[in-house]
């Protein structure tokens, strides 16, 4: 436990550093996520398996998740918008602002 009573970081309690976990996905190398391959393909993405049960799991435990929270609630806006549109989003070219 911290100094203030809550319980230690998540990366303490599964003993895996953000260092780590950086450093290992930095040697996969350049590749695109099975996310965006799904989102460029105008497919479902995974999103709940990926990160809403992260997020489930977090409110659970009690556990306060703002960034995640943040990337998921984009990440729902985007997969509700692609079925919206059919399952593809339209990219259009903007004039650069004068």
Do not use: W
Not at 2 to 24: H, T
Not at 68 to 91: I, K, P
Request: one cysteine or more; a positive charge.
């Amino acid at each position: 436990m911290s100094g203030d009573g809550r319980s230690p970081p998540i990366s303490r309690r599964f003993g895996v550093s953000i260092e780590k976990r950086i450093a290992g996905a930095d040697a996969v190398g350049a590749h695109k996520t099975s996310m965006l391959q799904d989102v460029e393909a105008g497919r479902p993405t995974e999103l709940e398996a990926l990160l809403g049960a992260v997020v489930e799991l977090a409110r659970i435990t009690g556990t306060p998740t703002p960034n995640l929270d943040a990337v998921y609630a984009l990440a729902s806006l985007l997969e509700r918008t692609m079925r919206a549109c059919g399952g593809r989003l339209a990219m259009t070219a903007r004039a650069p602002a004068r």
